[in-house]
């Protein structure tokens, strides 16, 4: 690698103004691969990456070292002609790095989904077109499949040791190590060689696929100014700079999920330091909360449910800001965090989205509040993002032609369908036009969600449109049946669907789980909702069905399409 002066003063070159990128006097092509080199010229030796490899040895790499292993991937890229990479890997050094880099050499992203099958996975990267795929060593079988239509597609195979050169190392370190000696032969131009800023900053960033549970997955297509304003959004509304250092954020979140919410680029923005985690593992992230000082981490619901349930749960000595999205946690989660210094930073978005683009702004005159109710107002899903536009709710129904754009009243009961318009909303779907033209029908980007808008512009989410549950006439929302059950002393975790009903249509059906060491039958939970709780009887779930684990997807959404097959007699060894 290059000297410390060296790099030094080829990052701050990389920060002037360059011809070739189109400049106006007054701005600058938004492109967040900027980030990294600007953090590494600013503080070179701050902690960038903290991760315990696959052979278990502790790794830590400053800001310089993340920038020129980039680099040098980014370099290696450039110099075969590869645009479009596909990734494939854990929570892992190796892929922040891929992120950086790819979009350096003036390529595509393409990260995916390590838990989907075989055939999805081959479907994916076809659909993408990639020509390259780094793929960690534990998936390389995932690739079987594709593998039989694509033989001549690269594999570099990231092994995740501490080794960078030498018998330990992988083809991926000797990727990043071919690159640099790439620079260092063709001049020694570092990042000014580089991609940082867009030629055109509405061009296609990356492409994040859809979870494709009902049907084949889409490409998300994200552009450069997309993921700059996305992650500038999440420093604010996460508060990443808020910490008097830099913050320590805990990769629970998967990478590939959304391109991990843009947090990659976020984290990176403020100089902070990625925990890189392999897989959740309760303990670890109890230990690394307790004895590394984690300042950050993000979640789904499920995931701090579980955590906060775990054996090493206890009180922290310090806060720790944790960004709650996926699925509408309840209020009782929320207290259950707040109780151990998690303070949940309530977001909610989609793949479309580029992950969050609502926040549940805490208001000061809440603390006078009962808890209950407090937390309930933290449940909601709030406001737009800074870098968005407000979020919507419209009317929908057989009464309002498609197409129509009527926001609904803002009294929080009037049910709408949530709508989003502005900077961080995806620019479509990747070749596939009647797709895109159905998700901006009307000029807005649906959801899918049904929600109310209340007095305080604030909007909260009642259902998918497709788990409402309509019994009798009566639409029941799953979500607040299961804020009710997750009150019961010993629920763990709850969800609902709507069954087939002879007399009344639908009527709603519980699953749960239940907490180490509590015994509860179904009939006690019933009789326990019907005197106990507030919901209205017509509410109460008829059947509880007590299950060892609830069917999730990698975010830890519910996998309702698999409970509602479990409803119907399916053999549930192979609906899974």
Not at 232 to 242: H, I, K, M, R, T
């Amino acid at each position: 690698m290059s000297g410390a002066v060296s790099r030094l003063s080829q990052l701050a070159s990389q920060l002037l103004p360059h011809q070739g990128h189109n400049h106006k006097q007054h701005i600058h092509t938004l492109s967040p691969t900027l980030f990294l080199p600007r953090a590494a010229s600013i503080e070179p030796d701050a902690t960038a990456v903290v991760h315990v490899t696959a052979n278990n040895k502790i790794l830590r790499r400053s800001y310089i070292e993340l920038a020129d292993r980039a680099r040098g991937l980014a370099y290696f890229l450039k110099s075969h002609g590869y645009k479009r990479v596909g990734i494939l890997c854990p929570n892992t050094p190796a892929f922040l790095e891929s992120y950086f880099g790819i979009a350096a050499a003036g390529g595509v992203s393409v990260a995916i989904n390590y838990r989907l099958k075989q055939d999805d996975i081959a479907y994916i990267f076809d659909h993408a077109e990639v020509d390259v795929i780094i793929v960690d060593s534990e998936y390389l079988e995932l690739l079987g499949k594709y593998r039989e239509s694509h033989p001549k597609t690269l594999l570099i195979e990231d092994t995740d040791t501490d080794a960078v050169e030498g018998q330990l190392c992988g083809p991926f370190d000797d990727a990043v190590l071919e690159g640099l000696k790439i620079d260092a032969h063709s001049g020694s131009k570092g990042w000014d060689g580089l991609q940082t800023q867009a030629e055109d900053e509405d061009s296609l960033f990356s492409l994040a696929y859809t979870s494709g549970t009902t049907a084949r997955p889409k490409g998300v297509e994200y552009t450069h100014r997309g993921v700059y304003l996305a992650a500038l959004a999440n420093v604010v509304e996460s508060g990443l700079n808020f910490h008097r250092d830099r913050c320590k954020y805990l990769w629970t979140l998967p990478m590939f999920h959304a391109t991990g919410w843009t947090f990659p680029w976020s984290v990176t923005m403020v100089r902070g330091t990625h925990y890189c985690l392999r897989k959740i593992d309760y303990a670890v992230i109890w230990r690394l909360l307790k004895d590394e000082g984690i300042t950050h981490f993000s979640a789904a619901p499920t995931v701090n449910t579980l955590l906060c349930n775990a054996e090493q749960a206890s009180k922290l000595d310090q806060p720790v800001r944790v960004a709650v999205a996926a699925s509408p946690p309840t209020a009782h989660l929320f207290q259950q965090m707040t109780a151990l210094n998690l303070h949940p930073v309530h977001v909610y978005g989609m793949t479309e989205t580029y992950g969050p683009i609502t926040k549940g702004y805490y208001m000061p005159a809440w603390d006078s509040l009962p808890d209950g109710e407090r937390f309930a107002k933290m449940a909601r899903q709030g406001h737009g993002f800074i870098t968005s536009l407000p979020t919507r709710v419209i009317k929908t129904g057989d009464d309002v032609p498609e197409g129509t754009v009527v926001d609904v009243k803002k009294d929080g009961k009037e049910i709408g369908e949530i709508v989003f318009v502005g900077n961080i909303c995806a620019k479509g779907y990747y070749k596939n036009p009647e797709a895109t033209k159905k998700l901006f029908a009307g000029g807005v980007l649906h959801s899918g969600d049904l929600a109310v808008w209340h007095e305080d512009g604030a909007i909260q989410i009642l259902d998918r449109a497709k788990d409402i549950i309509i019994s009798g006439g009566e639409n029941i929302s799953s979500v607040a049946l299961e804020s009710m059950l997750a009150n019961h002393p010993d629920i763990l975790e709850a969800a609902v669907i709507g069954v087939s009903d002879s007399h009344w249509g639908e009527r709603p059906k519980a699953f749960v789980t239940v907490q180490s060491g509590r015994r509860v039958t179904g009939e006690e939970i019933i009789d326990w909702a019907k005197h106990s709780s507030d919901i209205s009887k017509f509410m109460v779930p008829r059947e509880v069905e007590i299950i060892s684990e609830l069917p999730k997807t990698s975010t830890g959404k519910v996998k309702k399409t698999v409970l509602r097959e479990w409803a119907k007699g399916a053999d549930r060894q192979l609906v899974k």
